[in-house]
C-alpha cells in the first residue's frame, strides 16, 4: 500500500512494525537483499520513501516519487510505502514508533544529519537499531523453486522494463550497432588460449579417490584479450591486440587464429614466459577441473619498451583503449602510466576489466577511465568492503577510481550501470542475466566488455549499450567455449526479445 505521509493522520496500525528507507530510484539486487533482511525481523514492513527533492531543494532522482513508489509497491516484499518530503523520517519514528529500525551498514557511523537525528530518536524510544544491508549471494538458488521456462519470462519482462524506463526501443538498439563499423579500438592486456577436452567418465581410481576419465577430443579457443579484440572484430569494429606471448606453438596458434580474424596483431614475445595456456577438463557439459601454464612475473624492461612502442603507433589511429588485465603481468605500472598518458593526450576513452579470481589485483588502479567493469566480489575485495550495501560499496568504487561509468556485475542476478548525470548526481539501471541456465560463464564478462567499448567508443548512449550488453552476455554463456558473437546474432537476440 502507497501513503502519503502526514504527521496529521493516525498510524496506530504501523505501530511496532520494521522501518526502512531510501530513495529506491531503480529497483535492484542490493535493494532486494536489504528488504528481504529487514522483513524477516518482524511481520509488518514499512518503508519510508525520500521525496524528489534533496535538502537544497534540487531534484535528485530520475525517477519521481510516485514512479519509485510504484516499483517498489510490485516487490510483494513491503507492507506499507510511505512518501515522505526530502529525507527527513524523524517524524515518522515519532509517530509509528517502529519495533526495528534497519538500515544500511554504512550509516553506522554516518556523518548525515538527518540519520543521526533518525537514529538518537529510536533509541530515545527504546526502539532497535540494525544496521545490515542483507546477505552478499554471489550464486542464486532461484532454479530450485522455479522453472526455467518461468525465470526465463521472468527476465525477460525485468529487461523490457529496464528499457522502457531508459526509452530504449527495438529500433534503438538496432540502429545503434549500425554504427559500430567506423569505429577503432585497441585492445591491450593478457592473452589466454584455453583448450576444452571432452572427456569420457569411467569411474573411480582404485589407487586413489579420484575420478577417472578418457580423453575423447580437444579444442583450442582464444581466450583473455584475444577473445574481447575477437568480440570487437566480429560486432564490425575495426580492433588491433596488444599483448604478450612465449616463444612456442601455442603463440603460433594465437597469430594464426588472430590472422584469419582480420585482427591486427601486435603480439610482443617473451622468452622468459610460455604463452598462457588453460586446459578444461569436460564431461558431459560439466567442467571436472581446469589446468593452467601461465607466468605471471614482471615483464623484462624490454619487452616493457616494445608493447609501449606498439601501443605509440596504434594509437593515433583509435577511439578508445581497452584494458583486459587478468593479472598475468602484461599491464605494468609503466604501460598502465603510458596508456593514461596517450589516452590524455589524444583525448581517447578508456574501458578497464581486471579479473582476478585466482590472481591478487586490484580495480583501484585504473584512475579516471570512461567504463570500469567489475564484479561485486572483485570490488568489495579492492575496497575491503563487505559490509556496505551494494549500492554503497558502487558508488565509493566510483569515488576513488574517478571512473565515468561503472557496471557492477552481478553474476547470475546481471549487472548494473551505474551513469554519471551530473557533478553530484548518478543514474543506475539494472539489466537482469538473460540466460537462466548457462552452458558455460567463463566468456560472459569479455563479451559485455566488448559491446561497451564499441558501443560507447561510437557515441552511443550508455544505458543503450548497456542492454545491448545483456542481450550479448546471454549469447556468450550459451555455448562451451569463448567464440566470437557477431551481429547477426546479436540483432536475432534482440528481435527474440521484443518481437
Not at 531503480?26 to 536489504?34: A, L, M, S, V
Not at 592473452?191 to 578418457?214: F, M, N, R, T
Not at 606471448?245 to 588472430?258: C, F, M, P, Q
Not at 588502479?365 to 550495501?389: M, V, Y
Request: with cysteine.
Amino acid at each position: 500500500m502507497i501513503i502519503k505521509f502526514s504527521s496529521e493522520k493516525d498510524f496506530e496500525h504501523l505501530e511496532g512494525c520494521v522501518l526502512t528507507c531510501g530513495h529506491f530510484n531503480t529497483i535492484h539486487p542490493g535493494h532486494i537483499r536489504y528488504l528481504k533482511n529487514a522483513k524477516e525481523k518482524d511481520v509488518k514492513l514499512v518503508v519510508a520513501l525520500f521525496g524528489d527533492k534533496n535538502n537544497k531543494n534540487k531534484k535528485s532522482y530520475q525517477f519521481n516519487q510516485i514512479e519509485r513508489a510504484e516499483s517498489l509497491n510490485q516487490l510483494s516484499i513491503v507492507d506499507e510505502i510511505l512518501c515522505i518530503e526530502g529525507r527527513d523520517i524523524e517524524k515518522i519514528i515519532y509517530k509509528i514508533k517502529p519495533k526495528n529500525l534497519i538500515l544500511g551498514k554504512e550509516f553506522e557511523n554516518t556523518k548525515d544529519l538527518e540519520m543521526q537525528k533518525a537514529i538518537n530518536i529510536q533509541k530515545k524510544l527504546k526502539g532497535n537499531i540494525n544496521f545490515h544491508a542483507g546477505d552478499i549471494q554471489y550464486a542464486t538458488t532461484e532454479l530450485l523453486s522455479n522453472s526455467e521456462r518461468d525465470l526465463s519470462e521472468r527476465r525477460k519482462n525485468k529487461f523490457i522494463s529496464a528499457c522502457k524506463k531508459q526509452k530504449i526501443s527495438h529500433k534503438t538498439m538496432i540502429d545503434s550497432i549500425k554504427n559500430w563499423e567506423n569505429t577503432n579500438l585497441i585492445v591491450i592486456g593478457d592473452l589466454i588460449i584455453d583448450q576444452y577436452a571432452a572427456c569420457e567418465p569411467l569411474g573411480l581410481s582404485a589407487e586413489a579417490p579420484v575420478v577417472v576419465v578418457k580423453e575423447l577430443e580437444r579444442k583450442n579457443f582464444l581466450g583473455g584479450a584475444a577473445i574481447v579484440a575477437s568480440h570487437i572484430n566480429a560486432l564490425g569494429a575495426n580492433c588491433n591486440l596488444i599483448s604478450v606471448v612465449g616463444d612456442d606453438s601455442i603463440a603460433k596458434y594465437a597469430r594464426e587464429e588472430l590472422k584469419k580474424l582480420g585482427i591486427g596483431d601486435s603480439l610482443v614475445v617473451d622468452t622468459s614466459r610460455p604463452t598462457t595456456f588453460k586446459k578444461r577438463y569436460v564431461v558431459e557439459n560439466q567442467k571436472l577441473f581446469r589446468v593452467s601454464q601461465l607466468e605471471d612475473h614482471q615483464l623484462p624492461a624490454e619487452v616493457e619498451d616494445l608493447v609501449i612502442e606498439n601501443l605509440e603507433k596504434l594509437v593515433p589511429s583509435c577511439g578508445g583503449i581497452v584494458i583486459s588485465d587478468f593479472v598475468y603481468g602484461v599491464i605494468t605500472k609503466k604501460i598502465l602510466k603510458k596508456i593514461c598518458k596517450l589516452s590524455k593526450k589524444y583525448n581517447l576513452l578508456l574501458f578497464g576489466d581486471l579479473q582476478c579470481s585466482s590472481q591478487v589485483g586490484s580495480i583501484l588502479k585504473f584512475k579516471d577511465f570512461s567504463l570500469l567493469c567489475p564484479n561485486e566480489k572483485e570490488a568489495r575485495i579492492a575496497l575491503q568492503n563487505r559490509e556496505s550495501g551494494l549500492e554503497s560499496v558502487s558508488r565509493e568504487l566510483i569515488e576513488k577510481t574517478r571512473a565515468k561509468n561503472l557496471i557492477m556485475k552481478l553474476g547470475p542476478e546481471g549487472f548494473i550501470t551505474f551513469k554519471k548525470n551530473h557533478p553530484d548526481g548518478w543514474d543506475s539501471q539494472p539489466f537482469p542475466a538473460l540466460t537462466v541456465n548457462p552452458l558455460d560463464v567463463a566468456g560472459a564478462g569479455d563479451s559485455l566488455l566488448s559491446v561497451m567499448a564499441t558501443g560507447m567508443t561510437s557515441s552511443q548512449n550508455v544505458m543503450c549499450t548497456s542492454a545491448i550488453a545483456a542481450c550479448m552476455s546471454a549469447l556468450a554463456v550459451q555455448t562451451m567455449g569463448n567464440k566470437p558473437i557477431d551481429v547477426s546474432s546479436l540483432k536475432k537476440m534482440i528481435d527474440k526479445l521484443f518481437l
